[in-house]
């Protein structure tokens, strides 16, 4: 057999997606996906007070599975043999506590079924209170330590989390060694790492979650977390101080996870990166083009060359790192909190009645019902979709504000809430829908305007995942909004692709991560152009969206202090 292949894992929110993709052009030759049956069920989480936690198991269950099953649906003799690398990206910040070995704590029978001791999901806010003390004592730092992470720290990241798990669970706090992401932690787990010290930390998660910078000589020192909490005191000097590039390999395969996949120990592992960060690669990012990872958050990644934006600091962002998304440029991450999931929590509104009332009505079987149910879930928002584009766009329709599940960019605030207004009697399901999706593509926008003022100029947008593929009704209002063109990329699996070109990398079939992404990358699909008739409007109404968005995180503002 003369072709080499690579295996890209992309662990997202609901589920783990494996590709098998021929290394010499990118060819998806099978695929697989495994939802976590924990995370499914809605074991550990409690939306109420934004809990969101995923148990290892879902992981690693998922991994083996998935991996597995692409080797077997390829119809290739001889596959496990051939394939050179995996590569894996993940949701983050997605930290876990782990014991001397980094074993998770969650794997260990004392904390199997404690959600503190599980894998803390980036979209778990329960550490507003942290980020806040976080920020409120660097302003009074000799040193500027957030200053790469766009001067705001979040609840959604690495130092937040530790310290209200450790504030919380005295228990998990004394059987903590170290605290490691989710895509730090499954290359270690794949190369048979057994101490946590040995674990290779990503400079993609270091830089922007954890505060690493060469400028600090690493992480801030102890002083620093210690002025925060005592409860923080030593815990830096048991993390890291080293960071490696995703185009690097963690190691090879052990010969545990050899045999439990059908592979060679000579496979390469290489180092792990947010799912954003390697979809952006899987969907050819440009210098200056924002590529939008559209999910149920979304992550805008933007790459600069590092000696014309070497001393930009952009404020309000989700952090800029050398070498965190394309070695030797320059990455900055934006986003949004809530991008799909608005659409979801609307849909879920919707489905309210169905679900609650129809297995009260007599003469409904289990079956039909769910039957019902199904369907609903399926046609809704397509149907919401269709009616709400033939509605007319004026300056004083019903407006929205994005913050369902808080701020991330511009200005972290995960606090924040989202809001509707100017309702009427009129006002029905559809013109509900399209505020919602008119204040996501607000949102980004003024991501755009953020970069834009701050001296990163923005030259295109690049479509990626799910939203982006399949609602040419949200992409095309995206386009309207923006007043820029927005390519689509082909690839339905933009991360997990771009995993598979940074295994390739590692493996050294590539001598940098763009020779892969030009020879593995499969292009763009469509451009939506912006209707300029509907351009002033939008405009207008973004105006409007500020307006409503200053009311609010005042009005907010005021209910934390009286």
């Given amino acids: 057999m003369n072709r080499s292949y690579v295996i890209g894992v992309d662990y997202g929110s609901d589920s783990v997606r494996s590709v098998l993709v021929d290394a010499s052009n990118g060819d998806e030759i099978s695929s697989a996906v495994f939802y976590y049956p924990r995370w499914k069920k809605g074991d550990y989480c409690?939306?109420?007070?934004?809990?969101?936690?995923?148990?290892?198991?879902?992981?690693?269950?998922?991994?083996?599975?998935?991996?597995?099953?692409?080797?077997?649906?390829?119809?290739?003799?001889?596959?496990?043999?051939?394939?050179?690398?995996?590569?894996?990206?993940?949701?983050?910040?997605?930290?876990?506590?782990?014991?001397?070995?980094?074993t998770p704590l969650a794997l260990l029978d004392e904390f199997r079924d404690n959600p503190n001791a599980m894998f803390v999901l980036w979209k778990d806010h329960t550490a507003v209170r942290e980020a806040e003390e976080i920020n409120r004592y660097n302003q009074n730092s000799a040193v500027d330590y957030l200053k790469y992470v766009g001067g705001v720290y979040s609840s959604e990241w690495f130092w937040a989390k530790l310290l209200h798990i450790f504030r919380t669970d005295e228990r998990v706090r004394q059987a903590t060694h170290s605290w490691v992401e989710h895509c730090d932690y499954i290359p270690f787990l794949l190369t048979g790492g057994e101490r946590a010290t040995a674990i290779k930390r990503g400079v993609c998660s270091a830089g922007h979650k954890s505060l690493w910078a060469p400028e600090f000589g690493g992480l801030p020192p102890n002083t620093f977390f210690?002025?925060?909490?005592?409860?923080?005191?030593?815990?830096?000097?048991?993390?890291?101080?080293?960071?490696?590039?995703?185009?690097?390999?963690?190691?090879?395969?052990?010969?545990?996870?050899?045999?439990?996949?059908?592979?060679?120990?000579?496979?390469?592992?290489?180092?792990?990166?947010?799912?954003?960060?390697?979809?952006?690669?899987?969907?050819?990012?440009?210098?200056?083009?924002?590529?939008?990872?559209?999910?149920?958050?979304?992550?805008?990644?933007?790459?600069?060359?590092?000696?014309?934006?070497?001393?930009?600091?952009?404020?309000?962002i989700c952090g800029q790192v050398d070498g965190s998304i394309i070695p030797g440029m320059i990455g900055m991450e934006a986003g949004q909190s809530a991008f799909g999931d608005a659409y979801a929590w609307f849909k879920q509104v919707l489905l309210w009645p169905?679900?609650?009332?129809?297995?009260?009505?007599?003469?409904?079987?289990?079956?039909?019902?769910?039957?019902?149910?199904?369907?609903?879930?399926?046609?809704?928002?397509?149907?919401?979709?269709?009616?709400?584009?033939?509605?007319?766009?004026?300056?004083?329709?019903?407006?929205?504000?994005?913050?369902?599940?808080?701020?991330?960019?511009?200005?972290?605030?995960?606090?924040?809430?989202?809001?509707?207004?100017?309702?009427?009697?009129?006002?029905?399901?559809?013109?509900?829908?399209?505020?919602?999706?008119?204040?996501?593509?607000?949102?980004?926008?003024?991501?755009?305007?953020?970069?834009?003022d701050q001296g990163i100029p923005v030259k295109g947008l690049i479509g990626l995942g799910g939203v982006a593929k399949k609602s040419p009704f949200i992409m095309q209002m995206m386009a309207n909004v923006m007043n820029m063109p927005i390519r689509i990329h082909k690839s339905e699996q933009t991360c997990a692709i771009g995993a598979a070109m940074f295994a390739a990398t590692a493996a050294g079939l590539y001598a940098q991560v763009e020779d892969a992404m030009q020879a593995m990358g499969q292009g763009f699909e469509r451009t939506y152009e912006p209707e300029e008739k509907w351009v002033p409007i939008y405009a207008e109404r973004y105006e409007r969206y500020k307006a409503l968005g200053d009311f609010v995180a005042h009005q907010d503002t005021l209910t934390v202090h009286v």
């Avoid at 198991?57 to 991996?67: K, V």
């Avoid at 592992?269 to 149920?296: N, R, W």
């Fill in 46 to 102: 409690d939306a109420t007070i934004s809990q969101f936690r995923q148990h290892p198991l879902d992981y690693i269950e998922g991994l083996e599975a998935t991996i597995k099953e692409c080797l077997q649906k390829s119809g290739i003799k001889g596959i496990g043999g051939a394939v050179r690398a995996i590569s894996v990206d993940t949701t983050g910040s997605t930290p876990i506590a782990v014991n001397e070995k980094g």
């Fill in 354 to 452: 169905t679900k609650q009332l129809i297995p009260q009505i007599d003469g409904v079987s289990d079956e039909l019902r769910e039957q019902i149910t199904e369907q609903l879930e399926e046609k809704l928002l397509i149907s919401l979709s269709e009616k709400a584009a033939d509605l007319p766009v004026t300056p004083i329709a019903e407006l929205a504000v994005d913050w369902f599940n808080g701020r991330r960019t511009p200005d972290a605030d995960q606090s924040l809430k989202g809001a509707l207004t100017g309702l009427h009697l009129g006002t029905d399901a559809p013109r509900l829908f399209r505020a919602i999706v008119e204040a996501t593509c607000f949102g980004a926008k003024a991501i755009v305007d953020r970069f834009v």
């Fill in 226 to 316: 210690t002025g925060i909490d005592p409860l923080l005191d030593g815990v830096v000097d048991q993390l890291f101080s080293d960071t490696y590039t995703s185009d690097q390999p963690a190691g090879l395969l052990c010969t545990e996870w050899a045999q439990r996949l059908g592979l060679s120990t000579a496979v390469v592992v290489g180092i792990g990166a947010f799912d954003c960060h390697m979809g952006a690669v899987g969907g050819q990012i440009e210098p200056y083009y924002l590529s939008k990872v559209m999910g149920t958050s979304t992550c805008d990644m933007l790459v600069a060359p590092k000696e014309e934006v070497q001393h930009i600091l952009v404020k309000g």
